[in-house]
């Protein structure tokens, strides 16, 4: 596709039960970000996937959070037993590895699942 | 540790009156240094990259400058298709994949 899309666009469950939201990235775009966005607020890193490397899973809150990425396609992220305070947009983010020497290459959102904990 | 401090978290303005968003920010050696529109119930939408103090990029009515302490975003005769939240964040070399993002300032242009 031309962009990065997210599914669903809205979630609403209730506390305990498990969500996941799916993110596919741009065709040919090598790392995927995660992030949280709670109303307001700014972005919070969650995860980085980048190739067949190991995830960098340091933003995760806590082990109720976690996330797959099958080479460079789709990627899921999946909370447990869902919290009232888990309630945030859920944005992800493809790049393409290159560009500028030493810098970073430009992140395109998607526009992100609204998450809604009852 | 890593921080951005965006300021002022909300700016009204006329349309036509020109003004400044500021991003400050602490970074264990600057990697980038990235400015993001983000229009209600969006993803982020990249603006600009700026790597090293004195860059300076443009783009329309936007311009954005880069310090060893600050990036500021320049908005000149802004017309209300402005008016959305900005979005400052800095990647640093001590954590490659971690990209840190200010709080944002919401902009808004009354025509």
């Known amino acids: 596709g031309a962009g990065v899309s997210q599914s669903p666009s809205n979630k609403v469950t209730e506390k305990g039960k498990d969500v996941e939201l799916r993110c596919d990235p741009i065709?040919?775009?090598?790392?995927l970000y995660w992030y949280r966005q709670r109303l307001g607020q700014g972005l919070e890193f969650l995860i980085y996937f980048q190739g067949n490397s190991a995830p960098d899973k340091s933003g995760l809150p806590s082990d109720r959070f976690s996330a797959e990425r099958t080479g460079e396609s789709v990627s899921t992220l999946t909370i447990q037993r869902t919290q009232q305070e888990d309630s945030a947009v859920y944005l992800c983010a493809s790049s393409f590895q290159g560009g500028h020497p030493g810098g970073q290459e430009t992140q395109y959102f998607g526009p992100g699942t609204r998450l809604l904990v009852l | 540790e890593d921080q951005v401090t965006q300021s002022p978290e909300a700016l009204r303005l006329q349309e036509g009156e020109s003004s400044s968003l500021n991003c400050s920010y602490t970074v264990s050696g600057l990697r980038g240094l990235f400015w993001y529109r983000q229009d209600p119930g969006k993803g982020p939408e990249f603006l600009f990259t700026l790597y090293s103090a004195g860059e300076e990029k443009e783009k329309e009515r936007l311009k954005a400058t880069l310090t060893k302490k600050e990036s500021f975003l320049h908005i000149t005769a802004p017309k209300p298709e402005d008016s959305a939240t900005y979005l400052c964040a800095v990647q640093g070399y001590s954590s490659a994949s971690k990209i840190i993002f200010g709080s944002g300032t919401r902009l808004s242009i009354r025509p």
């Open positions: 065709s040919g775009h090598t790392a």
